[in-house]
């Protein structure tokens, strides 16, 4: 069974440039999760979709920060302009369907290294 | 708030045991995750607990009081491989799940 995918594993870019990040979840997964992992730190739950409907995005900046999952599937993440403190880790999950009365265990991606100059 | 503690390092010796713990305290509980994270890679799933006791998969059990807020995490024979972070997360009442920040163990030979 493939795992989640993510592009692009690495991107360095300078502070007030755009950049985005790509995630295909695994097939069958109705729930989608970004996450932000700041070095030395757990990961911080950015935004979570229930197929393409937005569940929970109380911690996206969303001054610089858009999110969105078309036709249910995959997903892209932006940050326009980038700031210093946005260099982390971007990590994407996703997990079959919490919301339908299941806990289910969530399943990450590689995760996209962004560092910003 | 929500809070999740678990010491930052620990560091064990190959062969031995170890155990990391975990504190909470959320907006109510609805289960607790146990993730292994190498450096440079995605945090993979141990375990999920959602009744108190001890649950056995292996080398690794995780262990679980809901009326302490308490968790941990043992693991048994160590090897070099289990060098990672540890990473305590839990799923309260809004089935929203938050992270604890790890705990770095070192294994020595």
């Known amino acids: 069974e493939a795992g989640v995918a993510q592009s692009p594993r690495y991107k360095i870019i300078e502070k007030r440039q755009s950049v985005a990040f790509w995630c295909n979840p695994i097939s069958g997964h109705a729930t989608l999760y970004w996450y932000q992992q700041i070095l030395g730190q757990g990961p911080k739950l950015l935004i979570q979709f229930q197929n393409n409907g937005v569940v929970d995005d109380s911690q996206l900046p969303k001054d610089r920060f858009s999110a969105e999952r078309l036709k249910g599937v995959d997903s892209t993440l932006k940050i326009q302009p980038a700031k210093l403190e946005d260099s982390a880790v971007y990590l994407c999950a996703s997990s079959l369907d919490p919301l339908a009365g299941n806990t289910d265990t969530q399943y990450f991606g590689p995760g996209t290294r962004l560092t910003v100059l | 708030g929500q809070n999740i503690d678990q010491p930052t390092e620990m560091t064990a010796t190959e062969g031995a045991i170890v155990q990391i713990n975990c504190t909470y305290q959320?907006?109510?509980?609805?289960?607790l995750f146990w993730y292994q994270q190498h450096a440079g890679e995605a945090p993979t799933f141990l375990s999920y607990?959602?009744?108190?006791g001890l649950e056995e998969k292996g080398r690794f059990s995780s262990f679980l009081s809901r009326s302490k807020g308490y968790s941990y995490l043992l693991l048994k024979e160590l090897q070099m491989k289990d060098s990672a972070s540890y990473l305590c997360a839990v799923l309260n009442r809004d089935d929203k799940i938050i992270f604890g920040k790890g705990t770095r163990l070192h294994i020595l030979p």
């Open positions: 959320t907006s109510g509980f609805n289960g």
């Open positions: 607990n959602v009744l108190d």
